[in-house]
């Protein structure tokens, strides 16, 4: 791997000069070399340029070894968490080899990388994952059950990385999978949360958050680089000077100084030698402690500055209701940005006076992805670096700048686009703050020029907002500094356009572009679901994993009673499976023959979780009110919704709590025990998805039409074989699309009808469903409780129709109404079969292989770099 130290002062990034040190050492030029040197780089090649072998017997005596020296376990004291560690150190040295020469070989060819820059990378369990991309799975069962152990039950033993939340993080992961597999460059940059988000418990019916210690057991897949850290500077001053030459400089001195340590972690690509990095920063201080207040005798004040500067990494998006929680979680932001900054300049500059190499290359040979506006603090960084560092004017700056971002938008919720005040940044970040005044003065004087004295255009496009105190509008920002922004779904780029960047939109057209979201199939189909793998590679090959299109022939199968049949099969041992999971981690029995009904993702209420309740409530009613003649008639549904609340997010966590209780009283009334389940699953993540998911029958994505950017979970349950009850929003209409409007349950406004709705009925509120009216009634009544806090009130309160702006009393008829369809259409099986294996067929669009694609030709402008290991080192 080529050479990642990292000296801790920015006046090294001055020196332009590489050593031969610093290079790669397979590629170093023998000439510069004597006698000697040679002899020991053909010794040193010869024993380290043989891959590992991966016969059952090898990887048998890998297990072993690992267990004995690297955990230094007894032979008569092992177990199975001792196998997981010893059986993650195998497969890592298997992944590490790969990766160490594919980040050589891109060196030395030069290629242009991309920067992936996300907050979140909810990566999931990696083992199952690894043997699965490096096409070992079968070997390493083998290996495992000779010597008495199961490869499923050593992958449980793996506890997830709390690196993310949700979509976001998901996506950016099955994006770093898409990019190993498709062999483009590429390296993730993100935080090490020490924590991050939080354990989620249900604690006497609410949502308790407890820290999750995932990094307890240690973390096997990583590698702690001790040798690539970098200053991030903290509040401070700018000191104004003139060069020989009478040019103004500035130099941002002072404050406090954070250190960014790196660990990374491997990305295998399938069926490629390709391994990207995974590259996460940890907060360390510049100093252990304060020997002087220690020798003083102020013990908790020598580690203060040491636990102030850990804290920066401690947990994912600080709770910012308070001024503090707001500083700290700026704070974040910046550190993960000006570390990742720091190592991608670094990398670079080695080039710097190479041929014909310049600063003015960078974006021939960076590509730099803002996931959403949190890594936007990094185009002043960028801009700090070249101006302050390498000392360009700043027109030269600015164009390098601007040619090297492209920033994704992934919501146009006001409240999720960031704002920062300016006294926080001037405070934290001075220097940051006199640039971006002065990108916002320049931005402004184009705008004037183009739109003379049109005052409110200047103050809508400004990336100040003058409110008191005055904001800065990190989305304004991410678009002027970027060459280009995507949205995410077709209606979530149409609306970018016309609702929430329309002025920009009209200034640079060329600039927004539409990237439909993809999600991996080895995640989601290979590994989360191979019993239906196993019948697509038994149709068409194993192609299809790096190939959805291949699956879309299958389509006509769904006329074959036979292949039905083998298709229900692999559905219901999911079910049965998710069954079995669901009585022993929760003591809940489900009958596996029911409609399996999910809504799993983030609690808000835009997502319209209240909905989904309310429904459910309509359907309890139902039940108990029921003959018996009635009874026989009813779809058995098993309701699971899973998903975390924010902490300081009320209305969500009074949702929780409103799940979790009608979930008590229906599941303890007789009447509904065969007809009617509800499990609220607690803690969701990648994993729990991976059983969840392929078991679906039907899933919900019931947003307010126009406010989901776009959705990837509708994307994997019907990839895994089930149906959507959904609006038409995000990638729902994409998906319908695809698969056809007869295979999809779709109800609610549209999303250009939603403000027309909203104004009618402030004025001119409706009558409320008498459905809706009775579901209301019995939660009001305490049916289901009452708490203390008038927590249920407050949720209904909330969608009076008055002030229903999320549209969930107007929508509940047309709901109740798809609901209904997906009942009768559930009840015809070998129809119901037919329509699953059609929808699933035909989602070849929606795999991330296809988003990257797109991404990499309209965006980065980069090719594919295949690394393919020299003879030399092929496997014995």
Known sequence: MESDRADVTESSFLESATTILDRPRQYVDDAEMGVDHLAHKELLWKLSSTYLPNDVASLQRSLVRHVEYTLARRRYKLDTSSFYQATAHSVRDRLIERWTDTQQYSAKKGAKKVYYLSLEFLIGRSLGNAVSNLGLRGAYAEALRQIGYDLEDIMSEEKEPALGNGGLGRLASCFLDTLATQNYPAWGYGIRYKYGMFEQRIVNGKQVEFPDYWLTDGNPWEVERLDVQYPVRLFGHVREFQDPDGNTLYAWEGGEVVMAQAYDTPIPGYGTYNTNNMRLWSSKPSHEFNLASFNAGNYYGAVEAKERCESITSVLYPNDATEEGKRLRLKQQYFFVSATLQDIYRRFKKNVGRGSTTMKNMPDKVAIQLNDTHPAIAIPELMRLLL???????????????????????????????????????????????????????????????????????????????????????????????????????????????????????MWPEKFINVTNGVTPRRWLLQANPALASIYTGMVGPGWVNDLKRLEPIKTMAQDPQFRQRWR?????NKQALAEWLYRSMNIRVDPNALFDMQIKRIHEYKRQLLNVLGIVHRYAEITQATPEQRKTMVPRVHIIAGKAAPGYVMAKNLVMLVCAVSEVVNSDAACRDLLKVVFVPNFNVSLAEILIPASDISQHISTAGMEASGTGNMKFVMNGGLIVGTMDGANIEIEQAIGEHNMFTFGAKADQVAAIRRKMAHDPPKIDPRLHRAMGMIRAGIFGKPDDGAYNQLLDAIDPRKDVYLTAHDFPSYLGAIAEADAAYQYEEKWTAKCIEAACSMWMFSSDRTIREYAAKIWNVEPLPFRPPRHHSER
């Open 569 to 573: 099969a692999a559905k219901q041992t």
């Open 388 to 506: 302050d560092i390498e000392r360009l004017p700043w027109d030269e700056a600015w164009e390098i700048t601007r040619k090297v971002f492209a920033y994704t938008n992934h919501t146009i919720l006001p409240e999720a686009l960031e704002k920062w005040p300016v006294p926080m940044i001037t405070e934290l970040l001075p220097r940051h703050m006199q640039i971006i005044y002065e990108i916002n003065h320049r931005f402004l004087l184009e705008v004037q020029k183009m739109w003379p004295n049109d005052t409110a255009r200047m103050s809508s496009m400004s990336i100040i907002e003058e409110s008191s105190p005055k904001m800065v509008r990190m989305s304004n920002l991410a678009v002027i500094g970027s060459h280009t922004v995507n949205g995410v779904a077709m209606i979530h780029t149409k609306l970018l356009k016309s609702l929430l960047f329309p002025d920009f939109l009209l």
